[in-house]
């Protein structure tokens, strides 16, 4: 790979000394920073003129999901169960072209924000090793950094069915015959990840695979022990959901009689390994249990709003001490893949509720969630977040010859409550530009979209038996 120069941009750094240079140059080799600030321009190979450009680290999208890709615009006012039935009829069944093709529009949206990383929560049900093989192509050809977490579980989804009443005769006839959910055995499992990891986890060329649990209420201690030890064994991280709705917490303790985070201190889960996306319903003593071990939440504001499942107590969790980081969930509860919507929400959804000013949460803070803190959830916290010698290069550039940066005040202000992505002119993963003025370069964006657009009407005609016990059962939960 040759070396590459951005010569005399603006550069907020983001490393341990926060500094932000006026006016600097940063110095790409063998996919790598090796000098910022004042470099040996005779080192590089091609030369980007940074004058107009604000260079930033490449953003971490830490909870996504690709099969939700072809979903924008299809669910409004669902509750949680209803949005979960509908999802899983849009995304059962899906032949590898379909895995690989979603997986590539998540990647052309993410790209064109700024997101250089991300962790993708795969898929939304049962998959096999071909599936796994479609995504893991698609991230290749994107040119992203991502980390696949092999979404599995063994137990039934106690939280999306109705806890006061039994199913109508029709509808449980309909769930017998349809089968929609239907658990692996734990050793299929676990042959699936293990081989998973064999063939694709390849940190050095921009893939890891991480063990997921769909969320540890959907999933025997067993197979949650068995997350563990892999990610132990291979030196992965664990990703999850957690407690994204009140009624899991229930759910929790009627089946261990402590909360779901004691159950997972209990079995070892949490840790600096563990990143756990949503983390809503949750009490102070386990807030400090999360801070103690390390354990990493991802806020996903966009859609935990759209969904109406709650406010994440993000600000209490700082000031705990937990290393928060920010996802924007899949688009079929989002609608868009714009992380700078969510590194808003952060530092602004609190505030309203708090009246001490010095609670809030900062734009700084906001910013280190999409950035320090999504390096954390992919086990990444020395590679990734700065643009610093000795780190990856991945690095932004935003355009500041736009209403958004004019005039030119204050880099993380204007990040965080100016910047909607829409300034992002290039984008660069692992020292490979991947965009450049505003276009995507890695791959032809324009075809896959032609390819997507007409996937989902037909995935619903083939799966039109499950769509329609989906909407049934979505009618259960007004």
């Not at 321009?41 to 091609?46: F, H």
């Not at 070892?268 to 563990?274: A, D, F, Q, T």
């Not at 989002?334 to 309203?352: P, S, W």
């Amino acid at each position: 790979m040759g070396s590459l120069l951005i010569d005399s941009a603006a550069i907020l750094t983001l490393d341990e000394a926060e500094r932000f240079l006026e006016r600097g140059s940063i110095l790409i080799e063998g996919g790598g920073i090796s000098q910022v600030g004042e470099v040996d321009r005779s080192k590089a190979d091609r030369v980007i003129d940074g004058r107009r450009f604000l260079a930033v680290p490449g953003l971490v999208n830490a909870h996504t999901h690709t099969p939700g890709a072809l979903s924008a615009g299809t669910q409004d006012s669902a509750s949680h169960p209803a949005f979960m039935w509908l999802n899983q009829a849009d995304t059962s069944g899906r032949t590898p072209r379909e895995v690989y093709v979603s997986a590539m529009l998540n990647s052309a949206q993410m790209l064109l924000g700024g997101i250089t990383t991300s962790i993708d929560h795969f898929p939304a049900q049962n998959f096999g090793p071909e599936d796994v093989a479609a995504a893991v192509k698609a991230y290749r050809d994107s040119g992203m950094r991502t980390v696949l977490g092999l979404r599995v579980f063994d137990d039934d989804f106690g939280d999306i069915f109705p806890s006061d009443r039994p199913l109508p005769a029709d509808l449980a006839k309909d769930l017998e015959r349809i089968k929609p959910l239907p658990p692996k055995p734990l050793a299929e499992t676990r042959r699936l990840i293990e081989d998973s990891i064999r063939l694709h986890h390849r940190p050095e060329e921009r893939v890891s695979v991480f063990p997921a649990p769909t969320n540890p209420v959907r999933c025997s201690d067993e197979l949650l022990t068995m997350c563990r030890e892999l990610a132990e064994r291979h030196d992965l991280g664990i990703h999850t959901h957690l407690l994204e709705s009140k009624v899991q917490t229930s759910l929790a303790q009627r089946r261990y009689g402590r909360t779901m985070v004691q159950q997972l201190e209990r079995l070892g889960l949490l840790s600096p390994r563990l990143s756990c996306a949503h983390t809503i319903w949750i009490e102070d003593e386990d807030i400090a249990r999360l801070a103690a071990s390390g354990t990493v939440v991802v806020h996903n504001p966009e859609s935990n709003l759209k969904l109406g499942t709650g406010i994440a107590p993000i600000a209490k969790m700082l000031a705990a001490g937990v290393t928060v980081a920010l996802g924007t969930d899949g688009s079929v509860t989002n609608d868009n893949l714009v992380l700078h919507e969510a590194i808003r929400l952060a530092a602004m959804l609190g505030r309203v509720a708090e009246r001490e000013r010095s609670k809030w949460v900062t734009a700084r803070q906001a910013l280190a969630m999409a950035t320090e803190g999504g390096a954390r959830a992919v086990q990444m916290p020395k590679s990734i977040g700065r643009i610093q010698a000795g780190y990856r290069a991945d690095v932004v550039l935003y355009d500041l010859d736009t209403p958004a940066w004019t005039p030119f005040n204050d880099p993380v202000q204007q990040m965080v409550f100016a910047e909607t992505g829409s300034s992002v002119h290039t984008v660069i993963v692992d020292g490979a530009v991947v965009v450049e003025d505003r276009e995507i370069k890695a791959f032809d964006a324009a075809a896959i979209i032609s390819e997507a657009k007409p996937m989902l009407r037909a995935i619903r005609s083939r799966n039109s038996d499950l769509y329609r016990f989906a909407r049934r059962m979505g009618e259960l939960f007004p």
